[in-house]
């Protein structure tokens, strides 16, 4: 299967471009030294059939085997990923895995089981406007890449640090947060205002408080001068009948003694009374 024109990487016309991305050769070439010889003797065993229909320039070897510091003879699926979103392309991240997948084999791309081909004489065989590869996505320079061409206008598109923004989605974006902003904001007063309530409803709770404190320790204080009188009364209660015992007792002989008077009155009455004549 061959790879699609629009899809070649720039070659000299576009080098001063690529020296300018964002992401460094040796952050991507780091990535590729770091794997082991363990790893590599894993690998020996996978399959490296590809279609034999996928014939690639000498330039796209020379670009695998730059990227391979190891030359271990493949490059990991994320490494192709992270090299194809650091050209300037108009790729999203699932349109690259899928022109990966073209060239891997078990999340691997053994670039020496491809098919590779030097182009014979000036012309390759390729349209005008493949040459030019992806000039006219990368943003404008001094001189023009293509004479005579008018460049290709990407509506909602705005070039920033060799990636392409879409304001439209950022305009949308903007406004969604903007809207959450002002949900958030209006919740933040409606809690505040049910806070103010909350507190002004804990004052009212708290003098009310203070109030039944202050009558309790009045009653309470009543409660015991009661207590007090009570235990008083019951004092007083106590001695007044220890009084009436002390009377019932010293009153108990008088009455004895009276009693017997009045019986001996009794007899002596009726001893002087005559007796009656017949």
């Known amino acids: 299967m061959a790879l699609d024109p629009e899809l070649l990487l720039l070659r000299d016309d576009g080098e001063e471009e690529f020296a300018g991305a964002k992401l460094e050769d040796s952050e991507v070439r780091s990535v590729a030294s770091n794997q082991s010889e363990m790893e590599f003797s894993s690998l020996q065993d996978m399959p490296k ?12 070897l020379l670009a695998f085997v730059f990227f391979d510091a190891n030359w271990c003879g493949y490059l990991h699926r994320r490494d192709l990923e992270r090299i194809l979103l650091t050209l300037g392309l108009r790729l999203s991240a699932e349109q690259a895995k899928q022109l990966v997948s073209r060239v891997v084999t078990q999340n691997i791309c053994q670039y020496r089981s491809l098919q590779y081909s030097r182009a014979e004489g000036p012309d390759s065989g390729l349209p005008e406007e493949a040459l030019f590869g992806n000039l006219d996505l990368l943003p404008p320079s001094g001189k023009s890449a293509k004479p005579g061409a008018a460049p290709t206008e990407h ?6 640090n060799g990636s392409l923004i879409n304001v439209g989605n950022l305009l949308l974006r903007a406004e969604q947060q903007d809207s959450g902003r002002l949900y ?59 009084l009436l015992h002390d009377f019932r007792r010293r009153l ?15 007899s002596w009455v009726e001893k002087e009374e005559p007796a009656p004549s017949n």
């Open 155 to 160: 509506k909602g598109l705005v070039s920033h």
């Open 49 to 60: 059939e590809l279609d034999p229909s996928a014939v690639l320039p000498l330039d796209c």
């Open 184 to 242: 958030l904001e209006n919740k933040i007063h409606t809690l505040e205002l049910k806070l103010e309530e909350s507190h002004h409803r804990f004052s009212a709770t708290e003098v009310t408080n203070k109030t039944l404190a202050a009558d309790m320790q009045e009653l309470r204080t009543r409660l015991a001068e009661a207590e007090d009188m009570a235990r008083t009364a019951e004092r007083q209660k106590n001695q007044l009948q220890r």
């Open 252 to 266: 108990t002989p008088l009455q004895l003694e009276m009693q017997r008077m009045v019986e001996k009155a009794d």
